[in-house]
């Protein structure tokens, strides 16, 4: 069946059998492997993206149930060379190591902060709860969120 | 993992896929956020032949006052319902509950309607629905009817509702400034309930309704609690009742006896807050 | 700690920006799954549903003809069309006598865990290979399965069954038995632990996968895999598969973690190397989640028994280790050398006159264990730490009073001091460390609020653990692993170019998966050479690039690779003096170098800037006589000794004593790597390092049933935490520099998940005391902590 959405601001159509997954269809028909994939039961939210602003696993999700809709994925978050500020704060407060979860943890972050804009330090925490990452112990991400959200001296860090 | 290969029929109308269903029979599955069938068939514990895609059926996603209830489209998801101020004055613990779902990405695509219509006594909001004392509109190839919420869960993943019915409103009595509790034990945030207990203070004098997450084959009302707080006994006394007539599973999380002792605990608790 | 931009020199110690981090934060960076070629076959592998089973027979028509599928093969077709000259290898046969029954990627008659590979289908696309694997019918002959150490121990069934028993190795490290002997028989205290280090599953977020890529006409063949180790991977490949070594080239591109996962030649390399030449298309297949828990190796997998005894004062006399461990179904690359690696570490930072530790390896039908963070040394930490507890209630006094009694060195500063378990250790310094520590985390105001909460018989009660570790790491002086049986060496390789325009090129062997090698050796290099760290370029992680390495697990990147990068630069800095002294008509020896110039002693008017020297040297039309043109050289490090990281744990937890729900209130950390090179760095590791040790302690645990099937594959029910779980951490550090390199680094990749499941279940312990609650096992679930309350009250009343 044809595929029609719009992302990261294009419209991109792909030809793929019903049952083909979204992150399927944006990794492997569209190219844009910068969404992964990290686990099959909607765990771990490496596969966030942002559907019509709001953040979705889209592992879990049939990309027929996506068409139509405005999808914005990690290589939609920087503008013209320059990082989102979510970005720039993962950057800084050295959010991510091996780099595997930050377009999902990205993703997941901007999401929150559009519903909240001013987090606590625990509403960051229970907000990425469907995003794991192995590397970092979180300490450093929600020190990211925080920051980008303007919230630094809640990071919890010395 | 991959779902197995299937159909795609994408329903214009809440019509046209009931007539969808009709016409495919037990081969079909509806797919509304996909949040609880899509897992399934990932792992090809559910293969359906057809799905009949309903979640842009715009027309099933409301929060509307319904009088002396709260009218909830099928389709609306979680996060409607976290967030609604409808729902946080007139039947606070839909929301609350709601917050309590996986987490924010699965609150953004997963629907009311298909957390229940799944009936996963693991899930939150089947106990909501139950300690709400609310019901659920059917809606099939002749006609609507309504489901008390005791009569909807009928087995493990099992409802009342028929093959060729469409769930499509979900109805919550109002319980505006009554108490109520939602006691969620879980290891970690965005886990299902190890054993949650759900319970709502009647404002008419009803007593207090209590349900029990994860602690049988169904989502599962508690009426040895019920029936001792109506008979005045005290939330302690009542609360040590709350394993009676449950047949709690038994997994990595804990054994049946454990479970009981949560369910106790917990409905302790829930009455304690929902000032019972 | 606020993160600068920091000037160009003397950026070493300070917080720099990772270089790695604008291409993995915009979706650039290239994961093994997100490389594709026009052509490539997906496999998709038909696994093992018996942990123990003999293959009957395999029908594969089905899957053969559907659309899309270009081959179907069996384990005895793949035998007989010679893909492999040698089993998949283990390169630590750590007794000469080792049981090493023979593992080849596809089995040909038994299946020995769930999740074996009996036959692997070739397709055109990610889910036709899924469609197919599901057609191949297979019948299997289950045989009894041997599903725990008890029951591997037990041999009323065996693993394999051509063998007699389960008992693949028994390894000793017994300095002085009689000694030991003599301590115990003279002891006034004996406290004797006995614990359980549950199988883990590592679960890296990436998951693995391979691209193979032939090139049909050249007979080579490039690998793409999610792999710690592409040096290491492809002089095994060529030994098993009898590919000419120089034909291949593996690349280890954006690698999402490791954690020693990673660190291993598995099935599925083997299989794509070998079916891509041999079918001429590229060959790829990448693991799910679930599928992960039987097709990448565990960690830890052990049965303690640790025994301290000691004098009236809890001074410890000697210390008797004994350890079961796990094996799985099969020898992975060092299955049998992971106990080793913790074996040294069992006297922890104690002052231990008599030590012995002997290891039994067994086989079970369970996935293959092998290295884990940590690979060992948390298991060491664990039982020590845990004892160490045991032995100061018995005594009566503090947990922290028992440790300080019996530090190496009297708690004060230390350089190479021998062990009784035979190593020297580098440096110490642990009183510091530990009360840096008790500082941080406010230990007496914790001690008050624990009193008060117990005096007020609150349902939510406190507890406090410590634990003070030392690790190896700077893995390893090569004859030191000779010593142990282990098949390579632990040196590391570095090259370090000038470029004409003055910018550098650094080459390591080392081969980062997340730890930011491009970042620190950068600045080691930019202070080393005077530049810019932005003018460093590092390659790494190709073997067609970086031909010579080592590879990066046991925290040994900074002290042996970075150490090789610091010495490649003195060596161009000699060579560069040379050139110097000439162009500028000067003695090399009144020659100064700072600031990326030479400049004469006491003229600092006659200067030369290092790019100009390389210039110089590219151009090569005015070297001194016989020297070769460029300005290039390269170091292989073997270091003389190991380095010795340590560092002091806190962790707080409340246990509610009517769920038995145990959360991490606090957690601090002080923590001694040595010489730091970037403090965010170091930082960023030690965060995550404790998470994995509290997850071990409060969440994870791979469960199999009798019959040896894992119960919990996926991240449903295998509990990685989230942020929500944990809390922010408290983190400090002492700096005692190495002695075993010239940087005076240590590593600190482990350390975090070495020192804090120790604290953790100390602290819960701690908790639990007033029951008389002394030892819990992890994870420390709810259910476990509240059974363990009921039966404590139980017998108290």
Redesign the interface.
């Known amino acids: 069946m044809q595929v029609e959405m719009t992302v990261n601001g294009q419209s991109m159509s792909a030809d793929v059998e019903p049952r083909t997954l979204l992150v399927h269809y944006i990794r492997d028909d569209l190219g844009l492997t910068g969404t992964n994939v990290g686990c099959d039961t909607s765990s771990c939210g490496a596969c966030t993206i942002h559907i019509n602003g709001e953040s979705a696993k889209s592992c879990t999700m049939l990309a027929a149930q996506a068409r139509g809709t405005d999808v914005t994925t990690i290589e939609g978050m920087a503008d013209n060379g320059t990082l989102h500020p979510m970005q720039q704060a993962f950057m800084e407060c050295h959010g991510l190591q091996c780099g595997y979860c930050t377009p999902g943890m990205v993703m997941a972050a901007t999401s929150l902060l559009k519903e909240n804009p001013n987090p606590t330090e625990a509403e960051v925490r229970e907000g990425l709860e469907g995003n794991l990452c192995r590397c970092t112990g979180y300490h450093n991400i929600v020190k990211s969120v925080l920051s980008a959200a303007g919230n630094s001296t809640n990071g919890g860090s010395q | 993992m991959i779902p197995a290969p299937v159909d795609y029929v994408e329903a214009e109308s809440a019509d046209a896929a009931i007539a969808a269903l009709t016409q495919h029979g037990d081969e079909a599955k509806l797919l509304a956020g996909g949040h609880s069938l899509i897992p399934l068939m990932k792992f090809r514990l559910a293969t359906p032949t057809v799905l009949v895609d309903i979640g842009r059926l715009g027309d099933l996603s409301y929060i509307n006052d319904g009088g002396d209830h709260i009218a909830i489209g099928a389709l609306t998801t979680h996060r409607a319902l976290e967030t609604s101020a409808l729902l946080q004055a007139d039947a606070p613990i839909m929301a609350h509950v709601a917050s309590q779902v996986g987490d924010p990405s699965v609150r953004h695509r997963g629907t009311l309607g298909g957390s229940l219509a799944h009936g996963d006594p693991a899930s939150d909001l089947p106990a909501a629905l139950l300690a709400s004392g609310g019901s659920v509109v059917a809606k099939g190839p002749n006609g609507e009817r309504v489901i008390p919420a005791s009569e909807l869960f009928t087995g493990f993943l099992e409802t009342a509702l028929a093959a060729d019915e469409l769930m499509t409103e979900v109805r919550i009595p109002k319980a505006t400034g009554a108490g109520w509790s939602y006691q969620k034990f879980n290891r970690r945030a965005q886990d299902w309930a190890i054993v949650g207990a759900a319970a709502v203070a009647s404002g008419n004098g009803d007593g207090t309704r209590v349900a029990l997450v994860n602690m049988g084959p169904t989502p599962m009302l508690s009426s040895a609690v019920g029936s001792a707080l109506s008979g005045g006994a005290s939330a302690a006394d009542a609360a040590a009742l709350a394993a009676e007539g449950t047949s709690p599973p038994e997994d990595l999380n804990g054994d049946a006896e454990y479970r009981s002792h949560l369910a106790r605990v917990l409905v302790k608790r829930a009455l304690d807050e929902a000032g019972s | 700690?606020t993160?600068t931009e920091s000037a160009p020199a003397n950026v070493v110690g300070t917080?720099r920006?990772?270089k790695?981090?604008?291409?993995?934060?915009?979706?650039?960076?290239?994961?093994v799954?997100?490389i594709?070629v026009p052509g490539e076959l997906w496999m998709g592998m038909v696994r093992s549903p018996h942990a123990h089973a003999k293959i009957s027979s395999i029908e594969t028509s089905a899957a053969a003809e559907m659309d899309g599928v270009h081959a179907v093969y069996t384990g005895a077709q793949l035998a007989d069309m010679g893909l492999w000259i040698a089993p998949l290898p283990c390169a630590w046969p750590v007794t000469d006598d080792m049981v090493n029954p023979p593992h080849f990627p596809v089995a040909t008659e038994a299946a020995h865990h769930v999740g074996d590979i009996v036959a692997v289908v070739l397709a055109d696309s990610?889910?036709g290979a899924?469609?197919a694997a599901?057609l191949v019918d297979v019948e299997y002959e289950v045989l009894p399965a041997v599903a725990s150490i008890a029951e591997a121990r037990d041999g009323s069934a065996t693993a394999h069954h051509d063998l007699d028993s389960n008992k693949a190795f028994h390894w000793p490290l017994m300095p002085d038995p009689d000694a030991l002997e003599a301590a115990f028989a003279s002891a006034t205290h004996v406290v004797k632990g006995e614990f359980v280090q549950q199988r883990l599953i590592p679960?890296?977020?990436?998951?693995r996968g391979v691209l193979a890529i032939p090139s049909p006409a050249g007979g080579d063949v490039t690998l793409y895999s999610a792999t710690q180790v592409p040096h290491i991977l492809k002089v095994m490949i060529a030994a098993t598969t009898g590919l000419p070594e120089a034909k291949l080239r593996i690349i280890a591109p954006?690698?999402?973690?490791g954690?020693g996962a990673k660190l291993n030649v598995n099935p599925d390399e083997l299989l794509a190397v070998t079916l891509a030449n041999k079918l001429g298309r590229a060959v790829r297949w990448t693991e799910?989640?679930?599928e992960a828990a039987f097709s990448t190796h565990q960690g830890r997998g052990q049965l303690q028994t640790i025994e301290i005894a000691a004098d009236e004062s809890g001074k410890i006399a000697g210390v008797r280790v004994h350890i079961d461990a796990d094996m799985g179904a099969y020898m992975m690359l060092i299955t049998p050398g992971v106990p080793l690696l913790g074996s040294f570490l069992y006297t922890g930072v104690y002052d231990v006159p008599a030590f012995g530790f002997t290891c039994d390896g067994y086989f079970t039908n369970l996935t293959p264990t092998d290295a884990y963070r940590g690979a060992g040394r948390p298991e060491a930490s664990y039982a020590i730490e845990r004892a160490m507890d045991m032995l100061a209630a018995k005594v009566g006094v503090g947990p922290d009073e028992i440790r300080r009694r019996n530090y190496l060195g009297g708690g004060g500063p230390f350089e190479n001091l021998e062990t009784a378990s035979t190593l020297v250790f580098d440096s110490g310094n642990y009183g510091p460390s530990m009360d840096a520590a008790l500082e941080m985390a406010g230990y007496a105001d914790l001690r008050a609020e624990q009193q008060r909460r117990r005096d007020a018989g609150e349902s939510k009660q406190m507890g406090i653990g410590l634990c003070t570790y030392v690790e190896i790491c700077g893995l390893a002086p090569s004859r030191a692993l000779g010593g142990l049986n282990y098949g390579a060496g632990g040196w590391e390789h570095a090259v370090v170019r000038f470029l004409p325009t003055g910018k550098v090129e650094v080459v390591t062997g080392s081969t980062p998966?997340?730890?930011?090698h491009e970042t620190s050796w950068s600045m080691i290099v930019a202070d080393k050479l005077g530049i810019d760290p932005d003018d460093v370029q590092v390659l790494h992680s190709d073997t067609a690039i970086s031909p010579l390495g080592l590879d990066t697990y046991g925290s040994r990147s900074l002290a042996v690779g970075g150490v090789a990068v610091a010495m490649a630069c003195d060596k161009v800095i000699e060579k560069a003096k040379l050139i110097a002294a000439h162009q500028m008509e000067a003695n090399a020896d009144d020659l100064e170098f700072a600031g990326g110039a030479f400049t004469v002693k006491g003229s600092p008017e006659s200067t030369m800037p290092i790019q100009a020297i390389a210039f110089g040297a590219f151009t090569a039309h005015n070297l001194p006589d016989g020297m070769e043109p460029n300005l290039q050289e390269q170091v292989t490090f073997d270091p003389p000794n190991f380095a010795f990281p340590f560092g002091t744990h806190v962790a707080v937890v409340e246990v509610d004593e009517?769920?038995?729900?145990v959360s991490l209130m606090d957690y601090t950390a002080i923590d001694d790597c040595g010489t730091q090179i970037n403090p965010?760095?170091v930082?960023?590791?030690v965060?995550?390092?404790?998470?994995?040790g509290v997850a071990q302690a409060l969440?994870e645990e791979a469960?199999y049933d009798a019959d040896g099937n894992c119960?919990?594959p996926?991240?449903?029910?295998y509990?990685?935490?989230?942020?929500?779980?944990?809390?922010?951490?408290?983190?400090?550090s002492t700096t005692t520099p190495s002695t075993s390199n010239p940087l005076g680094v240590k590593g600190v990749g482990e350390a975090?998940t070495i020192g804090s499941a120790a604290a953790v279940i100390n602290a819960v312990c701690d908790a639990l005391s007033p029951y008389g609650v002394t030892d819990i096992a992890m994870p420390a679930?709810?259910?476990r902590v509240?059974?363990t309350i009921q039966q404590a009250k139980g017998g108290q009343s």
């Open positions: 700690m993160a917080p920006l990772r790695e981090d604008p291409k993995l934060l915009t979706g650039e960076g290239k994961y799954d997100d594709h990610r889910y899924v469609d599901e679960a890296a977020m990436e998951p954006s690698v999402g973690g954690f799910s989640r679930s998966h997340g730890q930011g009517d769920t038995g729900d965010l760095i930082e960023g590791q965060h995550g390092g404790i998470v994995q969440w469960s119960k919990n996926s991240f449903l029910d509990l990685v935490p989230s942020a929500a779980e944990v809390p922010s951490m408290k983190l400090g975090g679930t709810p259910a509240w059974k």
